[in-house]
């Protein structure tokens, strides 16, 4: 049975075990083999006759993911510069949030710089953190619980909402609670349970990683490309009687591989690459 090779570009993978959930699920498909590369968010999938490309896209979008038919190189470097508005995104809810996550946190764990009705002032100014900062963290647990699956993103979403939710019922119980307090007078922190700072901090902390964390991956898939563009992109053929021709690589990224058949040769340049494979 004949194969061929798929070539995927796959948007909304964070870490390790997205790639096993993308190569497990196209894995249960006959015949299907796939090699998910993380940084370069792509993904090579070796498909047998009578799987279509619509199969492979649709499988990967019932894993929580959204893929599509690898582009030309040209097109593929757009692609990677436009990933780094994803990245600026994020750094932009870690700066937004992390001045307010900051207050909440002071005015939470010192006492002396309480003031009355201190509660529902941190209560205001987390809810921006736990639901837009956090917003990246929501939004994959929406997607995996969607297909029956957890990640760690679940659990920074379940915690967080906890933490913010508990804290906002006992206030909304008792009102007061924090109505008492005067600014340079010490209270005890068992007087009140609320976990504002908690919620907004833990978001934040989180957020300068995914942060960090992308950043990190968009500079090693830039560098990986590079590496890539150093391959050959065609190799010069010459067949028994000394004709040249230009044998171009296969679509897509990728040095040019050509299995030389008996009688060919190939002629090569100063400074051209021209990967040649005989057997």
């Known amino acids: 049975?004949?194969?061929?090779?798929?070539?995927?570009?796959?948007?909304?993978?964070?870490?390790?075990?997205?790639?096993?959930?993308?190569?497990?699920?196209?894995?249960?498909?006959?015949?299907?083999?796939?090699?998910?590369?993380?940084?370069?968010?792509?993904?090579?999938?070796?498909?047998?006759?009578?799987?279509?490309?619509?199969?492979?896209?649709?499988?990967?979008?019932?894993?929580?993911?959204?893929?599509?038919?690898?582009?030309?190189?040209?097109?593929?470097?757009?692609?990677?510069?436009?990933?780094?508005?994803?990245?600026?995104?994020?750094?932009?809810?870690?700066?937004?949030?992390?001045?307010?996550?900051?207050?909440?946190?002071?005015?939470?764990?010192?006492?002396?710089?309480?003031?009355?009705?201190?509660?529902?002032?941190?209560?205001?100014?987390?809810?921006?953190?736990?639901?837009?900062?956090?917003?990246?963290?929501?939004?994959?647990?929406?997607?995996n619980a969607r297909h029956g699956s957890s990640t760690m993103d679940t659990l920074v979403s379940l915690g967080v909402a906890a933490a913010y939710l508990f804290s906002l019922g006992h206030l909304l119980a008792d009102p007061g609670m924090t109505a008492h307090a005067h600014l340079g007078h010490a209270v005890s922190m068992a007087d009140h349970q609320l976990y504002f700072e908690s919620a907004g901090v833990i978001t934040v902390f989180l957020l300068l990683g995914r942060w960090l964390e992308a950043r990190a991956q968009d500079r090693s898939g830039q560098a990986l490309r590079k590496l890539l563009d150093l391959g050959a992109k065609d190799v010069e053929v010459l067949d028994e009687g000394g004709a040249g021709h230009r044998v171009p690589s296969r679509a897509g990224r990728g040095p040019a591989l050509h299995r030389a058949a008996r009688g060919e040769g190939g002629r090569g340049r100063r400074r051209r690459r021209g990967p040649l494979r005989g057997g």
């Open 1 to 143: 049975m004949s194969q061929r090779v798929v070539d995927l570009d796959i948007q909304g993978m964070t870490c390790a075990s997205c790639v096993g959930r993308v190569e497990r699920k196209l894995g249960k498909i006959d015949g299907v083999h796939a090699s998910v590369n993380l940084p370069l968010e792509s993904a090579q999938v070796t498909v047998p006759e009578g799987v279509t490309d619509e199969q492979i896209l649709q499988t990967v979008r019932d894993a929580g993911y959204t893929p599509s038919l690898k582009r030309p190189p040209q097109e593929d470097d757009a692609a990677a510069q436009r990933a780094e508005p994803g990245t600026a995104a994020l750094r932009r809810r870690v700066w937004v949030s992390l001045p307010l996550a900051a207050v909440v946190f002071a005015i939470s764990m010192i006492p002396g710089l309480q003031f009355p009705h201190w509660g529902w002032v941190a209560a205001v100014l987390s809810l921006p953190v736990v639901t837009w900062g956090a917003w990246p963290f929501h939004r994959g647990a929406a997607v």
